[in-house]
């Protein structure tokens, strides 16, 4: 079926380490996953992405890294800072009739202590 | 550019009033969306398009209507508001291949 989840609600570490926010799919033809940032009053901001064909991808501080065997995929923040402090959203785009649908898990929420 | 443009940002309607939630793009993207988000949880898709003039139901459509008589608007009508329709609604534009662009959201709160 179609659904994304998340194995911790929430998350926190302490500021200048490294944090690690897992999920889980479960629809083993979705082939692109994109992860969310959202601050509080605000929408979902794109991180980063990858594709099925991909099992690791890097971009400024964060790191994508997919395992299609087990169905699962994580975001590496590194250095954590307190703009970092949000919920974190893994997505999935599912391909219906021609039509994209972004499928969305529950959410991580990161806090990043002092 | 100012990407995806939602309004209101909060309104309040009582039981049984009706409202449209309008949300604009102005990428030329052919895709638009239509999510709701509940406290503490994801977003579930209510309703989305594939370009103007056709429209499909997502997840949680009921209660909702939409139409796309154009590439850059997307309205959300409600007819019937009720309290299970409280929450914040996101309206997001693609295109195709790409990451997707989230206005900043609508707060709708039924009493």
């Known amino acids: 079926g179609e659904s994304v989840g998340l194995h911790l609600p929430t998350l926190s570490v302490q500021e200048g380490d490294n944090s690690i926010i897992n999920c889980a799919y479960s629809n083993s033809a979705s082939d692109y996953f994109i992860w969310y940032k959202q601050e509080s009053g605000k929408g979902p901001q794109f991180i980063i992405d990858?594709?099925?064909?991909?099992d690791k991808r890097q971009g400024q501080r964060v790191t994508v890294l997919l395992n299609k065997t087990v169905k699962h995929l994580s975001l590496q923040i590194a250095a954590t800072q307190p703009g970092d402090s949000a919920v974190y959203f893994c997505a999935e785009i599912l391909e219906i009739q021609g039509a994209q649908k972004l499928v969305f898990g529950q959410g991580t929420r990161l806090t990043i202590n002092p | 550019n100012a990407g995806v443009t939602q309004t209101p940002k909060f309104r309040i309607l009582k039981i049984g009033q009706s409202m449209t939630l309008q949300c604009t793009q102005d990428m030329n993207h052919n895709y638009m969306y239509w999510y709701r988000q509940d406290p503490g949880m994801g977003l579930k898709l209510i309703y989305y398009?594939?370009?103007?003039?056709?429209?499909d139901k997502g997840e949680v459509p009921n209660g909702y209507n939409v139409s796309r008589s154009t590439t850059e608007d997307f309205p959300l009508r409600l007819e019937l508001a009720a309290p299970s329709q409280t929450s914040v609604y996101f309206c997001?534009?693609?295109?195709?291949?790409?990451?997707?662009?989230f206005g900043s959201g609508t707060r709708l709160t039924v009493v």
């Open positions: 990858i594709r099925s064909n991909m």
């Open positions: 398009s594939v370009g103007a003039g056709i429209t």
């Open positions: 997001a534009s693609v295109q195709r291949g790409r990451g997707y662009t």
